[in-house]
């Protein structure tokens, strides 16, 4: 299995980049925001992809991500009937990473649907096979030592953004403690309105 494949951008084209990895032309599918970005980027730019290999009788793509945690996030989605890479890929194309967890823990089926090829029923089934698989890997591991009254903590105010945000995410199943410093967290990031402190919490809580 190839991990990654780090080289310079050769070619492109709306579904993927050609990396020069020793002299030797990979092409790699990657999302289309990837495909924007590495289009542009200089001729002697290193480039590196997270990558996942899928191999059938008739075919052997390779697709790439920026980023490690969008490929865990990929194999993932592809694990779920009816999603396969091109799936998986036009879920990451329509969205980021941290958009799709929000969406698929929330339940939101229809900002799911959006993505090209997910149909509703798809997206709902993403939600259902998903939602408790991704609450059951977000760990509080960054926020150990965090010690704060929450009677007293401004994320806790009830009728405010941040408390709002805080009742969200433990609607959604998180300890309201873990919570609670994530939107604390958030804020001091600068985030003030809920939809900003809830996808900033969530990424603290990944």
Same mark, same amino acid.
């Given at each position: 299995?190839?991990?990654?494949? &780090? ?25 289309? *925001?990837?495909?924007? &970005?590495?289009?542009? =980027? ?5 480039? %590196? ?18 980023? @490690?945690?969008? $490929?865990? $996030?990929?194999?993932? $989605? ?13 879920? #990451? ?17 229809? /900002? ?12 709902? %089934? ?27 903590? @401004? ?6 953004? =941040?408390?709002? !945000?805080? !009742?969200?995410?433990?609607? #959604?199943? *998180?300890?309201? @403690? ?13 985030? &003030? ?7 900033? /919490?969530? %990424?603290? #809580? /990944?």
């Amino acid at each position: 299995m190839i991990s990654f494949v &780090e080289g310079t951008v050769a070619g492109f084209d709306e579904s993927g980049v050609i990396l020069n990895v020793g002299g030797v032309g990979f092409y790699v599918q990657v999302p289309s *925001y990837a495909v924007s &970005e590495l289009s542009s =980027a200089p001729a002697d730019r290193v480039v %590196r992809l997270h990558t996942y290999m899928y191999i059938r009788e008739d075919a052997m793509n390779l697709y790439g991500f920026l980023s @490690a945690d969008e $490929l865990s $996030l990929f194999k993932m $989605l592809i694990t779920v009937s009816g999603i396969g890479p091109k799936g998986g890929l036009s879920l #990451l194309s329509a969205m980021s990473a941290d958009d799709l967890r929000f969406a698929i823990i929330s339940g939101d089926a229809k /900002a799911i649907s959006r993505a090209q090829g997910i149909g509703k029923r798809t997206a709902e %089934r993403l939600v259902i096979d998903l939602k408790d698989r991704l609450q059951q890997t977000i760990g509080s591991d960054d926020l150990r030592g965090v010690h704060m009254d929450l009677s007293q903590s @401004a994320a806790e105010a009830e009728g405010s953004a =941040a408390g709002d !945000a805080v !009742a969200a995410l433990t609607a #959604l199943g *998180y300890p309201r @403690a873990d919570a609670a410093a994530a939107v604390k967290k958030a804020q001091s990031e600068g985030n &003030e309105d809920t939809e900003a402190l809830l996808k900033a /919490a969530l %990424r603290h #809580l /990944a």
